[in-house]
């Protein structure tokens, strides 16, 4: 979509993103609330799909996130260490060290990487220091993916200031949207993973389709995302964590309150870790076990899935 | 006519169309069951009451409290960012404030008009142009557009209320943020901290607002000594003397006396005009040179 970026700059103006300038109004284009329960039409002149707990058009959907993560992206890093305590580093942490991917020292094909969804960058980093601190691989290559350019922007910033991988040219950030990535050919990647990011998807199942897609056979596809806490009792406190203190946090710190009842909202949307196990089959994946591991009682999941 | 009952019968026993395949009906199953999991997922837990007007946030009192709190450090540390002001604003005007300035406007009848016209405004209902040419030098509406201009700030950067329940005290309240520019150019306060604290206290002796008084109590404590002698000798002074004396703002119909001249308005309503808080700051900023 080259409209992309033109209708980014419109839709920061028009969404409820607050300026840190000073007083912003509040856009009345985000439109009204609708009433839960209901039903999605179905017919095809005009397809919807959900947006947190509301009902909006497919293509209105993509839009949407992206202003999101537009009005968010300045202030991700902090808002994800307050929101989660820094429990997120952790989760991240063992995704890699599940992973434990690098070009082992007998072998002389560097690995080729993608993170999709992956904005600001800390899996991508994350993965090739852990690659060069434990098999010395400093010859991988890292994609990173993102369908919003604002995240991208800081993740091209932290590159190139906090890390050694600015000028060395192994990694590069490219904007896409992750239910096509049509610069990606098929077959070319050997690790692809997402993290905190097909919740936003339209199509989930396109995306995981597309993840098959661009995976090398033997590649491994991660997806590390919130997923349903399966203890009712913890389950009520995490609920009135995130409904009541996510979105008082975002509105006091970021300034945006909106957002982040957005996200609460499609972390409550998201299917189940078996339902979602059973997409990442569907994509073609095999997947092995039970094909997901729950963090923190079932907050977060680590779904794995390999091609065959 | 036999044949089509003969098809009608075939249909109804499943035998007529070409039977569903295994993954037909998964997905059919599938998308039920995603339609009855969207109804399950989405009650949850946490579940807010039902919201007054559109913009409504209804938020439980511990919410408040931490919002209450939250708030107040923030705007103490930085009250140049606007997001804790008004987060204080809406979760401090407890409904016995509110209340109380609803009994004002009902007991006027400008205050009456105004609550059953529920006017808004925005740069196109005070037609910010016209008052620019029209209007005569020395009315209201010039001086509130020229204050616009000094200041360079517009009627439309005015946040939404979303935290007061009730519906027609959000109203009051909103009526009230609105009208706050009007509020500065009658008196000629600037923006600067200092003015909007001086401006607070003059709020709150004649509205009530708790946020005004929060305001006018602490924020000084956060300026410079000279802007806190200049406050405590000559602004404040001036707001007990005016605040409580003068006919309450809120019942004032701003978008129909745009015309009328500055100096008669203030002579009626028993407001007399602070000094210029610019000029005494060039002053002191003159003599602090020497």
């Given at each position: ?9 419109s ?20 439109p009204v ?12 002149a ?18 949407l ?7 968010v992206?300045s ?12 429990v ?23 690995l ?16 090739l220091?852990?690659?060069?601190h434990?098999f010395?691989?400093?010859?991988s290559?890292?994609t ?5 350019p ?13 890390t ?19 610069a ?7 690790v ?12 989930i ?9 661009v995976l ?8 590390l ?12 406190i ?20 909106d ?5 609460v909202?499609s972390?409550r ?5 078996d ?6 089959r569907?994509?073609?994946?095999y ?7 729950n ?14 | 006519?036999?044949?089509d ?22 997905q059919?199953e599938?998308?039920?069951k ?15 009451p039902?919201?007054n007007?559109?913009?409504?946030i ?7 409290l ?7 450090v ?7 960012r ?19 300035l ?8 400008v ?19 016209e008052?620019r ?9 010039h ?17 939404k ?7 027609e005290l ?9 009208c ?12 600067v901290?200092e ?5 607070k ?16 109590l ?10 806190r ?7 404040y ?5 005016n ?6 703002l ?5 978008e ?5 001249d500055i ?5 009626e309503i028993?407001?007399?005009k ?17």
């Amino acid at each position: 979509m080259n409209m992309s970026s033109v209708l980014n700059k419109s839709i920061i103006r028009t969404l409820p993103c607050q300026s840190m300038l000073g007083c912003r109004l509040l856009s009345t284009s985000f439109p009204v609330y609708q009433q839960q329960g209901q039903h999605e039409s179905v017919d095809n002149a005009g397809k919807t799909t959900h947006f947190g707990f509301r009902t909006v058009a497919e293509e209105e959907k993509e839009k949407l996130v992206r202003g999101v993560f537009s009005s968010v992206a300045s202030k991700y890093d902090i808002m994800n260490d307050v929101m989660s305590m820094g429990v997120h580093r952790l989760w991240k942490h063992h995704l890699i060290n599940k992973l434990n991917c690098g070009m082992r020292p007998n072998s002389n094909r560097p690995l080729e990487f993608l993170d999709v969804a992956g904005g600001t960058g800390d899996i991508a980093f994350g993965l090739l220091d852990h690659a060069y601190h434990k098999f010395g691989d400093n010859l991988s290559k890292m994609t990173v993916a993102d369908i919003n350019p604002d995240m991208l922007a800081e993740g091209r910033k932290r590159c190139s200031s906090l890390t050694s991988y600015g000028n060395s040219g192994r990694i590069q950030f490219i904007e896409q949207n992750g239910e096509k990535l049509d610069a990606i050919e098929s077959n070319s990647k050997d690790v692809y993973t997402i993290a905190f990011g097909i919740r936003n998807f339209t199509d989930i199942q396109a995306g995981l389709n597309t993840a098959y897609r661009v995976l090398k056979p033997g590649g491994i596809f991660a997806c590390l995302e919130f997923s349903q806490v399966e203890n009712s009792a913890l389950d009520y406190i995490y609920q009135a964590y995130s409904f009541s203190l996510l979105p008082l946090m975002g509105q006091l710190i970021a300034n945006d309150r909106d957002s982040y009842q957005y996200l609460v909202e499609s972390i409550r949307r998201f299917p189940k870790q078996d339902v979602f196990a059973d997409m990442v089959r569907k994509a073609g994946f095999y997947v092995p076990g039970k094909g997901y591991e729950n963090l923190t009682f079932g907050v977060a999941a680590i779904h794995i899935g390999v091609k065959l | 006519m036999g044949e089509d009952a003969v098809l009608a019968d075939k249909m109804s026993r499943g035998e007529l169309h070409k039977p569903k395949t295994s993954f037909q009906k998964y997905q059919e199953e599938e998308t039920l069951k995603s339609s009855q999991l969207d109804q399950q997922q989405q009650q949850g837990y946490f579940t807010r009451p039902a919201k007054n007007y559109p913009d409504h946030i209804p938020l439980y009192n511990f919410e408040k409290l931490l919002l209450i709190f939250g708030s107040s450090v923030g705007a103490f540390l930085d009250p140049s960012r606007n997001e804790f002001i008004v987060g204080l604003g809406e979760s401090t005007a407890l409904p016995w404030f509110l209340n109380n300035l609803r009994r004002q406007m009902l007991s006027d009848a400008v205050g009456r008009q105004i609550l059953k016209d529920r006017p808004h405004m925005t740069s196109t209902s005070l037609n910010l142009e016209e008052l620019r040419n029209k209007y005569p030098k020395n009315s209201i509406g010039h001086a509130y557009i020229m204050w616009l201009d000094r200041e360079g700030v517009s009627p439309d950067t005015r946040e939404k209320v979303r935290y007061i329940d009730d519906e027609e005290l959000a109203f009051i309240f909103r009526r009230y943020r609105e009208c706050h520019d009007f509020y500065h150019t009658i008196t000629g306060l600037p923006i600067v901290r200092e003015g909007e604290i001086a401006l607070k206290c003059f709020e709150f002796l004649n509205l009530g607002i708790p946020m005004a008084g929060l305001g006018a109590l602490f924020a000084p404590w956060n300026t410079s000594a000279k802007q806190r002698s200049r406050l405590f000798n000559i602004y404040y002074p001036w707001a007990f003397k005016n605040g409580l004396h003068c006919k309450p703002l809120i019942n004032v119909y701003w978008e129909k006396i745009l015309d009328r001249d500055i100096d008669e308005f203030r002579k009626e309503i028993n407001l007399e005009k602070p000094p210029d808080l610019r000029e005494l700051r060039k002053q002191q900023k003159l003599k602090h040179k020497k």
